[in-house]
């Protein structure tokens, strides 16, 4: 049969095919599975995970130890501070995502794009908090925690001299940061990593020369 | 025509049931954004396809062929279009076992747009398209032939 001969066929409804109105408004009732939807919703999530586990240890340090530990609580706030950045580009990003009523093309090169910026910037902020973090504490062991592990090779003591105690914070940060980098890029991969592969496959068909 | 859009992008029902109600939401998302620049049945298509192509990420490509003389049960099983639907079920095996954009394209041909209306969805230039629909109604001739 060629292929013009099924164009009759093609244009008559599938049978059986009506929704009646209840149906469909019950359709609007329900979430979108969209990629992009449940990304929103599970940046929303992270959101208010972050808000209620933040807030209560900001809490706890400046509340716990007559506040001798509110420097921890004030650090916690930083890095909140910055989450709510983190938070709001990856929101943008997000919104910048898709436009479902541009051509195929254009919104497909649009996602691809809005997506990589966004892994990246996800590897990136999640790599970060390393160093931050370890900075942190570097620094508050050595303000509050002076006189407990005299032995440690974190510290300087005359069997330990500075160059050793910098070398080995050196080494742990670069260790926690490497180790971090790469069990955050195998984790995007998992998650959006077939995704990017399949839009670019039919975008390079898009593109393809005759 | 959102039907057939699920048809043709979806292996089974559950897919196909998700997929329509993913399009729906999305149509009636973005139906306070129609302006009327571009025709209706434009702004339909571009939804419906950038939504089967673009949007649901947990379809996989497996192929799942089904025998002409069984009809898949969305499609009808009255005696008497019995031929008809055979055909059409052979034709939408067929058109699933081409890539993301050459089912678009065959649809949007069968569907008896122009290459003009079939640039503003897609937003590939005619003359490529023209090369690209050449291929795949060569292909889509073949696997009809061989179902």
């Known amino acids: 049969m060629e292929l013009d001969q099924f164009k009759e066929l093609w244009q008559q409804d599938l049978p059986g095919k009506g929704h009646d109105l209840e149906i469909l408004k019950s359709l609007l009732d329900k979430k979108s599975s969209s990629p992009v939807a449940k990304m929103k919703r599970n940046l929303n999530i992270e959101l208010w995970v972050i808000l209620l586990s933040y807030g209560s240890m900001i809490l706890f340090y400046f509340i716990a130890f007559d506040g001798r530990m509110s420097e921890i609580s004030w650090f916690m706030l930083f890095i909140g501070g910055l989450f709510i950045l983190y938070y709001l580009r990856k929101l943008k990003l997000l919104r910048e995502m898709e436009c479902l009523a541009c051509q195929v093309k254009s919104n497909l090169e649009k996602q691809i794009q809005s997506l990589e910026k966004y892994i990246r910037f996800y590897l990136i902020a999640g790599t970060a908090l390393v160093p931050f973090s370890v900075l942190f504490f570097w620094w508050l062991f050595r303000m509050k925690l002076r006189h407990i592990p005299d032995q440690s090779i974190f510290y300087t003591n005359p069997l330990n001299p500075w160059w050793k105690a910098a070398l080995a914070w050196v080494l742990l940060t670069a260790g926690l940061t490497f180790l971090l980098f790469h069990l955050n890029r195998w984790y995007v991969r998992k998650l959006y990593g077939r995704h990017v592969d399949k839009l670019k496959s039919v975008l390079r068909e898009m593109e393809g020369e005759d | ?53 673009s949007g649901l990420r947990r379809r996989k490509n497996q192929f799942l062929y089904v025998e002409p003389g069984r009809m898949p049960e969305n499609i009808g099983d009255d005696a008497e279009g019995s031929d008809k639907e055979e055909k059409l079920a052979s034709l939408y095996n067929a058109v699933r076992q081409l890539s993301d954009l050459e089912r678009a394209m065959i649809m949007l041909y069968l569907d008896d747009k122009s290459y003009e209306e079939m640039e503003d969805i897609l937003g590939v230039n005619q003359n490529s398209l023209r090369v690209k629909m050449n291929r795949a109604k060569e292909k889509l001739k073949k696997l009809t032939k061989s179902s």
């Open chain 2, 1 to 53: 025509m959102i039907h057939k859009v699920c048809h043709v992008y979806c292996h089974n029902e559950n897919d196909r049931e998700d997929l329509f109600q993913e399009i729906f939401i999305q149509l009636w998302k973005a139906w306070p954004s129609f302006r009327g620049e571009a025709k209706f049945s434009t702004w339909l298509y571009r939804i419906a396809l950038n939504t089967a192509i």
